[in-house]
């Protein structure tokens, strides 16, 4: 079932979705959401999530008030016609690994009380598939929002 919605999501943005790019920002009309794309393949951070909200918020492209997405915001620019990011984005680091791919701001809820907060979304852009990853152990990839 999430499966079927995840797509249909894809499906949705790709229907009504109408990306443009100036200056290293793509936008889109619908969300009217502002994504960073200003940045080479080399120098995509791939840091902690700490570091990726910290990063986020430091970021003065254009302006500031750059975030984090959350799961539902990076989920809006997969395209799952073409099983990929939106074809607008200039830069992307795209893993064969499913354990590697975008941090989102959204946190996993787990059952353990000990392992509540520690792991967050993570999106693949190669598979569409979202994963969880350690906040503290593992280093993802950062594509910030505004």
């Given amino acids: ?60 492209l254009v302006g500031s008030n750059w975030r984090l997405p959350n799961k539902k915001e990076i989920l809006s620019i997969f395209n799952y016609a073409t099983f990929g990011i939106n074809s607008i984005f200039n830069q992307i680091v795209i893993e064969e690994s499913i354990a590697k791919g975008y941090w989102s701001s959204t946190s996993l809820i787990r059952t353990e009380a000990s392992e509540s907060n520690l792991l967050a979304s993570v999106l693949n852009f190669k598979l569409g598939i979202i994963n969880g990853s350690s906040k503290i152990f593992f280093k993802q990839y950062v594509r910030c929002v505004r």
């Fill in 1 to 60: 079932m999430k499966k079927i919605i995840l797509i249909l999501l894809g499906l949705n943005s790709l229907i009504f979705a109408n990306f443009t790019r100036e200056n290293g920002i793509v936008k889109d009309s619908i969300t009217q959401l502002e994504w960073q794309d200003n940045y080479d393949k080399k120098n995509i951070p791939n840091i902690s999530w700490i570091e990726a909200i910290d990063y986020c918020e430091q970021l003065n």
